[in-house]
Nanobody
Framework: VQLQASGGGLVQAGGSLRLSCGASGRTFSSYVMGWFRQAPGKEREFVAAISVSGISSYYADSVKGRFTTSRDNAKNTVYLQMNSLKPEDTAVYYC??????????????WGQGTLVTVSS
C-alpha cells in the first residue's frame, strides 16, 4: 500500500489542523493506521492509531484529548484532527499502515510526511 500525507502547515498555538493520509491499493481496510511524528533532533514517536474498522483508537498521552484520528475505508483515507496545538507539537507527521501498536517497526508502510509548525 502506498500512502500520501497532506494538510500540514503553519498554525498559531491554540489553533487546529487536520491531516489527511490517502492510500492506494485495495488492502487499505486490512491495516491498522498509525500516526507518528518526528521533531528536529528527536526520535520518531507514536501519536495515534486506529483499528481496521475505525471503532477503536488510541493515543499518546501527550496528545490525548486534543487529537482525534478517524478513517474512511470507502475513501482509503485516514485523518488526524489536531486541536489546541502547542509549539511542542511541531514536527513532521507521518501516517503508516501495519499491524498496530505504538512500536514503529510494526508499520511496514509509510507516507512521506507532512510538516506541522506551531508558532507561539
Amino acid at each position: 500500500v502506498q500512502l500520501q500525507a497532506s494538510g500540514g502547515g503553519l498554525v498559531q498555538a491554540g489553533g487546529s489542523l487536520r491531516l489527511s493520509c490517502g492510500a492506494s491499493g485495495r488492502t487499505f481496510s486490512s491495516y491498522v493506521m498509525g500516526w507518528f511524528r518526528q521533531a528536529p533532533g528527536k526520535e520518531r514517536e507514536f501519536v495515534a492509531a486506529i483499528s481496521v474498522s475505525g471503532i477503536s483508537s488510541y493515543y499518546a498521552d501527550s496528545v490525548k484529548g486534543r487529537f482525534t484520528t478517524s478513517r474512511d475505508n470507502a475513501k482509503n483515507t485516514v485523518y488526524l484532527q489536531m486541536n489546541s496545538l502547542k509549539p511542542e507539537d511541531t514536527a513532521v507527521y507521518y501516517c503508516a499502515a501495519g499491524s498496530g501498536g505504538s512500536y514503529y517497526p510494526n508499520y511496514p508502510y509509510w507516507g512521506q510526511g507532512t510538516l506541522v509548525t506551531v508558532s507561539s
